[in-house]
Structures are given as C-alpha cells and as structure tokens.
C-alpha cells in the first residue's frame, strides 16, 4: 500500500498553480488533528496490516512550512505500518528548508526530499511567482546533502515564454552542478483559477526546444522513465502509474482502492470539520484500461497487451512495427514520451 499526505498551506500562490494551497494563519493546530483522525480513519478502511506501507508521499502546498512537531504526531501514528524499506518522501521550498528543520525531518526517517526549484534564473523565478532565490537553492541542497539525504529531486518548469535555447542552457548548466539523484521537468500547463488563468501566451508550445532540454537533461546523466522524471526511480509515483491502491489523506487529497476513487474535501474549514468525508468515483474496467494505456506510455511501465482490446492491440502493434512503440514480453513500451499522449489516443479510438 502507499500513502499520500496532503499539506495546504504556502506562505504565497505561484502565478501557475492549481493545486490547493492556502495562507497557513492560525490553522496548523486544527489542520493536524484533523489529518490524524484521517489518517487514522483510512488504514482501517483499507485494513492496512503492519509494516504494509510501501511508500509515503508528504506533498503540497509547501511541507517544509510546517514544524517538526507536526510531523513527529504523523508519524507517531504511521510508524507500525511502514515497511523495513519504505520510501518516504517530503516536498520543500529552498527558502523554508533550513538546516536544522532538514535535519529533524531526516532523523524522523524521512528519505527522499523533493525541492521545488522550478528555475534557476532570477527574472524567470519572479516570472513563475517564486519568492525563493538561486542561491538558496544551492543553500539548500548543500544542507541536504550535510544532513544524510542520498534522494533528493528538484522539480524544475519550462516551456514559459521566457524560454529559449540561452534559458534551457542555463538552467542545465546550474543543474548539472547540484549533488542530486532526481529531476522532474514539467511542462508549464496554463490552468483555470490560476493568476496565469486565460494568458495562454505565457506558454511557448515549442515541441523543439522541449526535445532539446529534455535531451540536455539526459546528457547530464539523468535518464528519462516517465515523460517527466528523469533519475532514480519514486517508487511512490510509480505506483500510481502501475495503477496500484493508495491511499490519500488531507485537503484535496485522492485515494484508490481497486475501482474506486476517493476524493476529500477541497474546502479547509469542511475538510477540518469532517476530514472523513469521500467523495467517490466508480471506474469501470473500460475506465481502468484506458488510464493503463495514457499512463502506461508516459512512463515505463508501458501498456499490457491482455489490457487491450482487439482493435487496439492492433493498432500498438502496428505502432511497433512502424517502430512507434517497442513490444517486449508481452507490453509494448513507448520510445518517445513526448507523443505518449498521441499515441494513446490512436490506440484506444
């Protein structure tokens, strides 16, 4: 089983964020009791036995806001149900991840940290809404590296309208002098209810320049295994594409449990008030395959032929004659992640 932990609170919005993330203000106290009467809640609904937890993922909004005490209460109660060797993950910001607050999260077992860098150009990170700056970055990755963390990622964005070919060399530059394990590049995505809301010419929508940076990041030594993750395994997201159950606890946080999905509430005052609450989604095995196949050729997990209709074991077959997609063992895996999408819609219409 996996666990996925929701943190809301940031001390500012990015311009390009959609997930849920709010002011922290008087509400960390109430926040956590909550969270503990879900988390509580949600290993007995899914009947979680000891040492079964495979993974953790602490995500945000920004973790690294919150007091060590804080997580020393989850961890409390999660502890029997970790497994010998669990990954656990926790996402930070270079400005809020001092070295003592690195180091407490390191003691609690804590082994995988996620620094969300997006950029390491000054105009670029004010462009994106940041309010860290890249010499804190490296401060901050440096204090990774003195405290113990031998897994560390920085997520990094592109494909904004500042970038070009003078940017991305910049950005690697500066990436391939961290001590790191993992990158995530993510394509900028202009989402509703964002301040980049309807500013669709934020957005380069250079297939180019994104094959350019996403080779220059292999170069460096980071290999790709999903069209946005490049370096040792997260065994956490991983699962998520292999479509296996976890669970999710926290404001906006989703769970899975075989065909269903559970939603929380996106409300935080609702969500303190009842953090039991599920909305749930029933997917029907049509649902699930299709999901395999998008999921399956954005990453390496690739797509299971017996998942396959007729019509559409045909045309990955076809795919991987024309050399699209490469059929081993019975799944065809996906040689260019930046038509995954293209190719699972051929595939499965």
């Known amino acids: 089983m996996h666990l996925y932990i929701h943190i809301p609170f940031c001390e500012s919005k990015c311009f390009y964020c959609s997930f849920t993330s709010l002011k922290k203000k008087d509400y960390e106290n109430a926040y956590l009791e909550a969270l503990l009467k879900d988390i509580k809640h949600q290993i007995n609904f899914y009947k979680i036995s000891k040492k079964n937890i495979k993974t953790v993922f602490i995500g945000g909004g920004t973790p690294s806001l919150m007091s060590i005490n804080f997580y020393e209460n989850i961890f409390s109660l999660i502890k029997d149900f970790l497994d010998t060797n669990i990954e656990i993950s926790i996402e930070a910001n270079p400005n809020s991840s001092n070295f003592h607050w690195l180091k407490e999260i390191k003691n609690l077992g804590i082994n995988r940290i996620s620094f969300g860098v997006q950029s390491f150009h000054e105009k670029k990170l004010k462009f994106l809404g940041r ?107 991983l699962a998520y594409w292999q479509g296996k159950n976890y669970i ?97 819609l051929y595939i499965s219409t």
Not at 141 to 160: E, R
Not at 275 to 296: A, D, V
Request: glycine letters at 6%; charged letters at 25%.
């Open 131 to 237: 309010i860290h700056d890249q010499k804190s970055i490296f401060t901050s990755i440096d204090n990774a590296n003195k405290v113990g963390f031998n897994n560390i990622n920085i997520d990094l964005i592109y494909d904004t309208k500042m970038d070009d070919t003078k940017m991305l060399q910049y950005e690697l530059l500066n990436l391939n002098k961290l001590n790191i394990t993992h990158v995530s590049a993510y394509n900028l995505t202009i989402e509703e209810k964002t301040k980049f809301a309807k500013k669709n010419y934020y957005k380069k929508n250079a297939p180019k320049l994104a094959k350019y940076f996403i080779e220059g990041i292999q170069n460096i030594g980071f290999t790709q295994y999903e069209i946005s993750n490049f370096g040792n395994t997260c065994f956490h997201n």
């Open 248 to 344: 999710g606890c926290g404001l906006s946080a989703v769970g899975f449990l075989n065909n269903q999905r559970f939603y929380t509430k996106s409300n935080l005052k609702e969500y303190i008030q009842d953090p039991l609450h599920r909305e749930i989604e029933y997917l029907s095995n049509e649902n699930l395959n299709l999901e395999h196949i998008f999921l399956g050729l954005r990453s390496c997990v690739g797509v299971n032929e017996n998942k396959l209709n007729p019509i559409e074991k045909e045309k990955a077959s076809f795919l991987s004659k024309k050399g699209k997609l490469v059929y081993k063992n019975g799944v065809f895996y996906n040689t260019n992640y930046l038509l995954s999408d293209e190719l699972a």
